[in-house]
């Protein structure tokens, strides 16, 4: 029997989501590039309240990525996302994802998905999952947020207005 008197700490499971709608067009992307939700004045994603205060941390254990696409090109993509504790510089959608050394202190690292599937007929969407490849983190001392930029590992011809939803599944310490 164990010790009640002195129980362990229990890791808490959280699900954090950031979904977007990229633009009205369907220009193909070329392998490394950033897909936002505009050409001109893009915002990153926002995964809100991840942890359970400011400054705190814990370990991205899972995630998903989906698409209400199921076109081919887009239902065999490899999709990487950026993450980073603090707003990075966010990059317009189409435009090649640039590492940049100003964002060093910023970068949590990068989870890269296997190549997008979807199911038989009657399938409206597409999505891969990664669940074996933990990033450690801890959010800025102001905020509880983690930002992510999405970048396509591969050449894909879009939907016009695709819809992506990731979510991030957090072990809190």
Not at 88 to 110: C, E, F, H, Q, W
Not at 114 to 132: F, I, L, Q, Y
Request: charged share 20%; hydrophobic share 35%.
């Amino acid at each position: 029997m164990g010790d009640f008197r002195n129980p362990q700490p229990i890791s808490k499971l959280n699900k954090v989501v950031a979904e977007f709608t990229r633009p009205a067009d369907t220009t193909a992307y070329s392998a490394k590039d950033v897909i936002s939700d505009s050409t001109s004045s893009p915002t990153y994603m926002t995964f809100q309240n991840p942890v359970r205060t400011n400054s705190a941390g814990g370990y991205i254990v899972k995630a998903r990525i989906m698409s209400d696409s199921t076109a081919p090109s887009t239902a065999s993509a490899i999709f990487k996302l950026h993450l980073f504790h603090t707003s990075p510089t966010a990059i317009n959608d189409n435009d090649p994802y640039t590492m940049l050394y100003s964002n060093r202190d910023k970068r949590i690292g990068v989870l890269t998905f296997p190549a997008a599937t979807t199911e038989g007929t009657g399938s409206d969407s597409c999505h891969a999952r990664v669940s074996n490849d933990t990033i450690a983190f801890c959010v800025d001392d102001a905020s509880n947020v983690l930002y992510g930029i999405l970048e396509t590992d591969t050449a894909f011809t879009p939907a016009s207005g695709q819809k992506f939803y990731v979510e991030l599944i957090i072990d809190q310490c």
